[in-house]
């Protein structure tokens, strides 16, 4: 119970500078899902890319492991307010998937879809440029099911509710479409530094 005046230890400023208002810092990865961990086989996984409801393009596993993987280390953040520094991840870069499919972003809005039925919502201009990938590795290893693998969405300077675990495809969308949380009262945007968590922050 917290008791008044008590204001806890000050961050060094290495730490404060890296932690959004409001946020903690933890050395653990909690597990925090909307709903039961699916369990998808590699043997039946995909991604595919819609403009609309048009397919654009699609890859099983073998053919998404053959586009070009990179590794990015970043901090991440979550909207029940923890803070992770330095997590390393490797996987394919919005960029280069949509290279690979031969489009440039066709609309300014996007919805990631996952395997649960679970969705979000990401202005298109969050997921290129070298800002987002997705994921099949986490410190070097095969990500696993309950942080999102065989492969999970990564935007990592926006709430970790927006990186979508068990992605299943991104779809272009002619306007903004609220996902899953956003219509229970998330933010549309989330941003951790400032502080949008619900809708009228």
Known sequence: MATRGFVGRRPSDEIGNRLPPGQYLTEDFPVLSAGPTPHVKIENWSFTIKNGIRPV?????????????????????????????????????????????????????????????????IPTADLIGGKAMVA??????????????????????????????????????????????????YHMYGDPWREQRFTDD
Request: with cysteine; aromatic share 14%.
């Open 57 to 121: 393009a699609k890859w099983n596993w073998d053919e998404f492991q053959k586009l070009p993987h990179v590794k990015l280390t970043r901090d991440i953040h979550c909207v029940t307010k923890w803070s992770k520094f330095n997590t390393a991840w490797s996987g394919v870069m919005i960029d280069d998937i949509l290279a690979e499919a031969g489009i440039e972003a066709p609309t300014a809005f996007t919805l990631a879809h996952s395997y649960d039925g679970y969705t979000t919502n």
């Open 136 to 185: 099949t590795h986490y410190e070097g290893q095969p990500i696993t099911p309950d942080h999102g693998g065989p492969a999970r969405l990564l935007v990592p300077h926006l709430y970790f509710w927006k990186s979508a675990k068990w992605i299943t495809g991104l779809q272009f969308t002619s306007r903004d479409e609220a996902g899953f949380w956003e219509l229970r009262g």
